[in-house]
């Protein structure tokens, strides 16, 4: 990492713990949240993973199979927090909320900061581009190598390491911090692509909100220290929250054989595949690199 992409980063992370300003957390267990009677969760808008309906509903692979693991174990009212994805983290480890429910991608570096429950969902990397695709970018190496492409990624996203991992340019990446953003930053010219997992995606571009937009195809994925790049996701919890974790891993082991998970899964229209090679992963293995 260049001095710069460090400075930016840890800059970055500074203002969010700042803009949290809040004491420093300390373990919560599930008899805690059974005794208060609520759970605060954050999410970040993102479909289908988490996001919030015109009504004010939590909704999304995330936050659905949260809500139902949590009454499961007797906790049955849910506080949701909507807040930028930077901000997801430093604000769970600073006691501003008990989880985050946004189905956040785990990895070695992520895992030192906080802890996952086993994984329910997985992508692959995709970008959005202007249809038709005016800059023919098939991959991140066609980022590279074009020097006048620009790309958008979120602040604070496991694609911005990997952005980083191609030496692409940090004079070509705009940061943004709000998914609904993405869209006109690219037909606006501002960005010729952005980033964005394949089930996000395909989700955007069905739901007939955004015209003018396509997915790069075909698409070569992203390889990073040796490995396709695929991404494994569950909920997020403080690292010292060992005992809520695990009781939330016990009943999502139970939850996933279920057909009310099978339906969230379908509902949000995820791939068969989507959740098969999460089911055979754990977050443990993540971790470790694997």
Same mark, same amino acid.
């Given at each position: ?40 969760? *954050? ?7 988490? &996001? ?14 949260? %809500? ?16 930028? &994805? ?37 992508? @692959?990397?995709?970008?959005?581009? +202007? ?16 020097? %006048? *492409? ?10 911005? +390491?990997?952005?980083? *991992? ?26 010729? @692509? ?14 007939? /909100? ?44 139970? &939850?996933? /054989?279920?057909?009310? &998970?099978?339906?969230?899964?379908? /509902? ?19 971790? *470790?690199?694997?």
């Amino acid at each position: 990492m260049t001095k710069t992409w460090k400075t930016l980063v840890l800059g970055l992370a500074t203002a969010a713990v700042t803009a949290i300003s809040a004491v420093a957390a300390q373990a919560v267990t599930l008899d805690e949240l059974k005794e208060r009677g609520f759970v605060r969760i *954050a999410i970040h808008n993102e479909p289908p993973y988490a &996001f919030t309906t015109l009504d004010g509903t939590a909704a999304g692979i995330g936050p659905e199979v949260v %809500t139902a693991v949590l009454n499961k174990l007797g906790v049955s009212q849910i506080d949701w927090v909507v807040t930028p &994805f930077s901000t997801l983290i430093p604000g769970l480890q600073a006691g501003r909320w008990d989880m985050v429910g946004a189905q956040q991608s785990i990895f070695p570096e992520r895992c030192q900061q906080v802890s996952f429950s086993n994984p329910t969902s997985t992508a @692959a990397e995709a970008l959005l581009v +202007k249809a038709g695709n005016p800059k023919k970018l098939h991959s991140y190496d066609d980022i590279k190598n074009d020097a %006048t *492409a620009k790309i958008a990624v979120p602040t604070g996203s496991v694609q911005l +390491k990997y952005l980083q *991992a191609y030496g692409i340019p940090e004079d070509r990446v705009v940061l943004f911090s709000n998914h609904a953003d993405a869209p006109e930053l690219v037909l606006s010219g501002r960005v010729d @692509a952005y980033t964005i997992e394949d089930a996000a995606a395909d989700l955007l571009l069905r739901s007939g /909100k955004v015209q003018g937009l396509e997915v790069a195809d075909p698409f070569t994925l992203p390889v990073v220290d040796g490995k396709p790049v695929i991404s494994y996701a569950g909920s997020t919890f403080k690292k010292e929250d060992t005992e809520l974790r695990d009781a939330y891993n016990k009943e999502l082991a139970e &939850f996933v /054989k279920t057909p009310e &998970f099978a339906a969230i899964v379908e /509902k949000n229209g995820l791939r068969p595949i989507s959740t098969e090679r999460a089911l055979a992963m754990t977050a443990d293995r993540r971790c *470790a690199g694997e």
